[in-house]
């Protein structure tokens, strides 16, 4: 893939979005930058490679009306987008006996998964049109590939994403769009550092992005990163059901939201 001039992220406020944002602006990337708290955005783009080329949107992803907006104004600026990435995401600990609990699902659900359709559906009519290369990137995560006490909202939710994205990817497959599913292990982010468990394989933020932008231009339908944990998921995966119980059901857990 040669490099691509226009890519679109959500959450690129912080974490594994800003540093996305960095990478794509280091190869001369014209970016449109999506998350709610808009001094981060400026500051970020800012600090890029001609930040005057960038365009940032200070949007709720749940809000589908503002992202559809944003994603047509980021279209129409730049005669199309080549890679879009949604990555926004909020990671909340939930008990399913808890009644105030299930506000938090409908707020992860909304984030994490209805918002990465909500993200990619403005720009499919556009890239069908267009030539060369052309991405949708979900990130989903390794908490996706079985369900972990105290964080049913969360896994829940990512299990889906991986599963919406395969859906996509057979819906575009001869369209030329590739659909790429991205699954993080423990990367080094604000979401991640009140974690009060051991990460194994914790990478930064950067490594990460070098990495995805890689598998990206590739075009991988799915890849785990890094790659160690990607051995983690697939052992994860093969364990039978009274073998993970028994090893996780003692596991610590995410704090709930309000929680110290
Ligand atoms: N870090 C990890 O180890 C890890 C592992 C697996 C998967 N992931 C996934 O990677 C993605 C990025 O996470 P991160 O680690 O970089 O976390 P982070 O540093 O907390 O960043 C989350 C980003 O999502 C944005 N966001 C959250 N809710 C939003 C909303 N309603 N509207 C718009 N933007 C919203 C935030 O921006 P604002 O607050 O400014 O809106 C921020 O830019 C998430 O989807 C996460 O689930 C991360």
């Known amino acids: 893939m040669t490099a691509p001039s226009r890519v679109f992220i959500t959450g690129a406020s912080s974490g594994i979005g800003a540093a996305l944002a960095r990478e794509y602006a280091a190869s001369g990337a014209t970016l449109g930058l999506l998350a709610r708290r808009q001094s981060l955005l400026e500051e970020l783009a800012a600090s890029l490679p001609f930040?005057?080329?960038?365009?940032?949107?200070?949007?709720?992803?749940?809000?589908?009306?503002?992202?559809?907006?944003?994603?047509?104004?980021f279209i129409a600026a730049n005669a199309g987008a080549d890679i879009v990435i949604a990555c926004a995401g909020i990671s909340y600990g939930t008990l399913t006996e808890r009644p105030a609990d299930l506000a938090v699902f409908d707020a992860?659900?909304?984030?994490?998964?209805?918002?990465?359709?909500?993200?990619?559906?403005?720009?499919?009519?556009?890239?069908?049109?267009?030539?060369g290369p052309r991405r949708l990137v979900g990130i989903g995560s390794v908490a996706g590939v079985?369900?972990?006490?105290?964080?049913?909202?969360?896994?829940a939710s990512k299990a889906a994403v991986h599963s919406y994205c395969e859906s996509l990817r057979l819906e575009l497959r001869d369209s030329g769009i590739k659909v790429v599913t991205i699954v993080p292990g423990y990367i080094d982010t604000p979401m991640t550092r009140n974690n009060?468990?051991?990460?194994?394989?914790?990478?930064?933020?950067?490594r990460f992005a070098a990495q995805a932008r890689d598998v990206i231009a590739r075009g991988a339908s799915y890849r785990v990163l890094?790659?160690?944990?990607?051995?983690?998921?697939?052992?994860?995966?093969l364990l039978p059901n009274a073998l993970f119980d028994a090893a996780f059901s003692r596991a610590p857990t995410k704090q709930r939201q309000g929680e110290a």
Not at 146 to 155: D, F, L, V
Not at 196 to 206: G, T
Request: proline fraction near 8%.
């Open 146 to 155: 079985r369900g972990m006490r105290g964080a049913g909202a969360y896994c």
């Open 108 to 131: 992860v659900f909304a984030t994490n998964l209805n918002a990465t359709v909500a993200t990619f559906a403005p720009f499919i009519a556009s890239m069908k049109q267009q030539q």
């Open 226 to 237: 890094p790659w160690q944990m990607g051995v983690v998921a697939k052992l994860l995966r």
């Open 51 to 73: 930040p005057e080329r960038h365009r940032i949107y200070a949007a709720d992803v749940t809000d589908y009306v503002a992202v559809a907006s944003a994603a047509n104004d």
């Open 196 to 206: 009060r468990f051991p990460m194994p394989f914790l990478m930064p933020a950067e």
